[in-house]
T-cell receptor, first 112, second 111 residues
Framework: DGGITQSPKYLFRKEGQNVTLSCEQN?????MYWYRQDPGQGLRLIYY???????QKGDIAEGYSVSREKKESFPLTVTSAQKNPTAFYLC???????????FGPGTRLTVL | AQSVTQPDIHITVSEGASLELRCNYS??????LFWYVQSPGQGLQLLLK??????LVQGIKGFEAEFKRSQSSFNLRKPSVHWSDAAEYFC?????????FGKGTRLSVIA
């Protein structure tokens, strides 16, 4: 059954700690994306990757980092430099940059 | 740069009534247009997409959307709303860059 998995569903961290959110896809998609969602703000692009070992900053990349060592995986690290990390994080993938994106179920991060 | 405007933050309709959610976009070339739906605490699900061709697009769950180039719009419609349609709806535009999403319209359905 093909799809995108994100883990964990809920994540709690203390302020000042780095945290890594997992995103895995078995759709054989080349492109992967990370979005942040806050109430009333829609989806804001953090990072995206069109191919393994390559990624580009989105609109709100400050305080975040990513890696793309495998086609299937695109983990996001929320660093202590991110001023307001509490949010709902969505991972997506697509065949190409122009095609429709498929989304994972999301991870809700709460920084205490 | 492309942008998407969803003018209605929140809409309430009665079950069985018709629905139209508005979406206006800004893009220099022929856009790729999408509508997604999101239930609370969940990911987004694609309802329909427009790449080219027929400007009236049919999607899942009985939704349709019409691309109007002259109005830079891609409004979502459904002839009869069900209580299960209550959710948040996002319009998105793409092309040579990753999709840009609107801020969403929250749909409430009352009996």
């Amino acid at each position: 059954d093909g799809g995108i998995t994100q883990s964990p569903k809920y994540l709690f961290r203390k302020e000042g700690q780095n945290v890594t959110l997992s995103c895995e896809q078995n759709l054989n998609h080349d492109a992967m994306y990370w979005y942040r969602q806050d109430p009333g703000q829609g989806l804001r692009l953090i990072y995206y990757s069109q191919i393994v070992n390559d990624f580009q900053k989105g609109d709100i990349a400050e305080g975040y980092s990513v890696s793309r060592e495998k086609k299937e995986s695109f983990p996001l690290t929320v660093t202590s430099a991110q001023k307001n990390p509490t949010a709902f994080y969505l991972c997506a993938s697509s065949i190409s940059r122009q095609s429709e994106q498929f989304f994972g179920p999301g991870t809700r991060l709460t920084v205490l | 740069a492309q942008s998407v405007t969803q003018p209605d933050i929140h809409i309430t309709v009665s079950e069985g009534a018709s629905l139209e959610l508005r979406c206006n976009y800004s893009y220099g070339a022929t856009p790729y247009l999408f509508w997604y739906v999101q239930s609370p605490g969940q990911g987004l699900q694609l309802l329909l997409k427009y790449f080219s061709g027929d400007t009236l697009v049919q999607g899942i769950k009985g939704f349709e959307a019409e691309f109007k180039r002259s109005q830079s719009s891609f409004n979502l419609r459904k002839p009869s709303v069900h209580w299960s349609d209550a959710a948040e709806y996002f319009c998105a535009v793409g092309g040579n860059t990753p999709l840009v999403f609107g801020k969403g319209t929250r749909l409430s359905v009352i009996a």
